[in-house]
């Protein structure tokens, strides 16, 4: 079992529409829980981060974690055709370079 | 802003050729990585290093080595490729900083789409 399970999707949704996206993780070590966002051919860039359980805002974005489910969500407000990539969670917690796993990612394409 | 490189982004390679993909940031992070990303199998880590000239093995390192002699520039190294290693790769660094989640922080470069015939 891998110790972040990602939604594969791909997703596809009308513009304006709420997106969300999930990952669940096995391993109670991992301490920060992050989401890339990578758009086609480039590298990914980091989105948000939350290190505790709850909710965390910054724009359209909120980001969800429970940690007592081992669960965490990305949530997306109105969305854009620009918001249309592949989205990646990621969660640190073990390693001597802080190393992160990654989900396998989830491609959303917002349609205008 | 951080800046990550990679010396290639498209590189075609025959059979049992050695193949070096070259990595370098600007923002004197002490952890370098390397990843390989394929189609539903997500970002694999296949070497890091968190300081000049350490190094240790990722998830899936066969087939792989890596060099750090200088703290910006990080290299991997495919000894003999293989059709199987077609994929592509992406080096990442990051501060390391103790005390909070900006030191697990990692930032990407383009990425090097390395096919193997």
């Known amino acids: 079992q891998k110790e ?7 997703l596809s949704v009308p513009e304006g529409a709420i997106v969300s ?10 301490q920060y829980f992050m989401w890339y966002r990578q758009y086609s051919r480039k590298g990914p860039e980091l989105l948000m981060y939350t290190y505790s359980s709850g909710n965390k805002e910054d724009g359209r974005f909120t980001a969800q974690v429970d940690k007592s489910s081992k669960y965490i969500s990305l949530f997306i407000r109105d969305s854009q055709p620009s918001d249309s990539a592949t989205y990646l969670c ?18 959303l394409t917002v349609l205008p | 802003d951080v800046k990550v490189t990679q010396s290639s982004r498209y590189l075609v390679k ?24 394929d189609p539903g199998l997500g970002l694999r880590l296949i070497y890091f290093s968190y300081d000049v000239k350490m190094k240790e093995k990722g998830d899936i ?6 060099s750090r002699e200088k703290k910006e520039r990080f290299s991997l190294i ?7 290693q077609t994929s592509m790769y ?6 390391g900083l103790a005390g909070g989640p ?3 922080e990692q930032y990407f470069g383009p990425g090097t789409r390395l096919t193997v015939t």
């Open chain 1, 4 to 10: 972040v399970e990602q939604d594969p999707g791909p």
């Open chain 1, 21 to 30: 996206l999930n990952c669940t993780y096995s391993n109670s070590a991992f």
């Open chain 1, 90 to 107: 990621a969660m640190s917690g073990r390693g001597s370079a802080r190393q992160l796993t990654f989900g396998s990612g989830t491609q």
């Open chain 2, 14 to 37: 025959r059979t049992g050729e050695k193949v070096f993909l070259e990595c370098v940031q600007d923002m004197d992070h002490e952890n370098m990585f390397w990843y390989r990303q």
């Open chain 2, 61 to 66: 390192p066969e087939g792989y080595s890596v």
């Open chain 2, 78 to 84: 495919l000894e003999s490729a293989s059709t199987n």
């Open chain 2, 90 to 95: 992406l080096c990442a660094s990051s501060s």
């Open chain 2, 102 to 104: 900006t030191g697990y």
